[in-house]
């Protein structure tokens, strides 16, 4: 029996123009997604994906050795059909397959379970942890593997794979990770906050994409603020790079604020983490931050300390 782990992730820094060179922060979180392998004597891969309540909410049988799919069950009314999710699956592991021809040659099976240590809404990263530990497991690129499969800039995969902050950019199709120190001393003044709704991040990306502005300056002002915000020494001084941040985005997306939208009376900064409109928002606050979200009908809201690794 093997088990593989990676961390979730959020993106402080840098959202949709992350995908055209932005230097952008991210941190992994403490809710991440292991996978776990066991063989069997029979050729099947018969795979369990869990909650982090530890109940099973999408199941499937593949033939091996070549992943036909005998059946699937799928634990929602309200998501895509298991079909669905059992081919994007079988995509995933034939393109590791293809990637490693040794991957799941062998005569035997896999029983295959995977659990999640947060809940599917949250956007932690089910779908880059996941594919970050298929990549583990059939001994493949991650990054590659996560181009292959699916659209986005790799920093998921980054997080994935560090067990610290990190500034990731693309260059040249080339992803560029830095470790780096970021370790605020007023992060008892931070608070992630959960919008009640998971945000397509793959729409987002169409997007931003469709929109096809030149935006060379503002990847500029935006790998600047990414300095900034690790170089801030005071939650004051963070709020303001968070409203240019803000600012910045929202004239490209043209999309307004989650502050001017939802908060306009809250007393701190907001800024949101990746796609708009949905997951976790970063906040600035104190003492009676969790009490002005939870009258506003917010229950999700976690301490810098709490949420990243």
């Known amino acids: ?22 230097k952008s922060l991210a941190v992994p979180t403490k809710f991440g997604q292991d996978l776990v392998v066991e063989k069997i004597d029979e050729p099947q891969l018969i795979w369990g ?11 499937a049988v593949f033939d091996l050795p070549k992943l036909r799919l005998v059946n699937c069950t799928f634990n929602s009314d309200k998501e895509g059909g298991a079909e669905f999710i059992a081919e994007t699956l079988r995509d ?54 996560l181009f292959k499969a699916f659209s986005g800039s790799g920093y998921d995969i980054a997080c ?15 992803p560029k990770v830095e470790k780096i120190g970021f370790n605020p001393v007023f992060d008892d003044e931070l608070f992630f906050v959960h919008l009640n709704k998971k ?25 600047l603020l990414s300095d900034e915000f690790i170089a801030s020494n005071s939650v004051k001084e963070l709020g303001k790079i968070m409203v240019e941040h803000e600012q910045i985005v929202a004239s490209i997306i043209k999309l307004q604020p989650v502050k001017k939208q939802i908060f306009s009376d809250y007393f701190g900064a907001i800024k949101s983490l990746g796609a708009w409109g949905g997951d976790f928002v970063l906040v600035t606050g104190n003492e009676d ?3 002005y979200f939870l009258k506003k009908g917010y229950k999700t809201i976690l301490s810098y300390k709490e949420m990243v690794l």
């Not at 945000?199 to 002002?221: D, F, H, L, V, W």
């Open 1 to 22: 029996m093997k088990t593989y782990k990676s961390n979730g992730k959020l993106l402080l820094t840098g959202e949709y123009v992350i995908l055209d060179g932005a």
């Open 49 to 59: 994906s869990f909650t982090h309540t530890g109940k099973c909410w999408f199941e």
């Open 92 to 145: 995933i592991l034939q393109e590791a397959k293809r990637m490693n021809p040794d991957f799941l040659r062998a005569k035997n099976g896999f029983i295959v379970k995977t659990n999640l240590a947060f809940p599917r809404n949250w956007g932690l990263g089910s779908s880059s942890t996941l594919i970050n530990n298929i990549a583990s497991w059939a001994k493949v690129d991650a990054f590659t593997l």
């Open 160 to 174: 994935a794979q560090n067990d610290t902050p990190i500034f990731y950019e693309v260059e040249n199709q080339i």
């Open 199 to 223: 945000q397509n991040s793959r729409e987002g990306i169409a997007k931003y994409r469709r929109s096809n502005q030149n935006i060379q300056q503002e990847i500029k002002e935006i790998s």
């Open 289 to 291: 931050t969790k009490q």
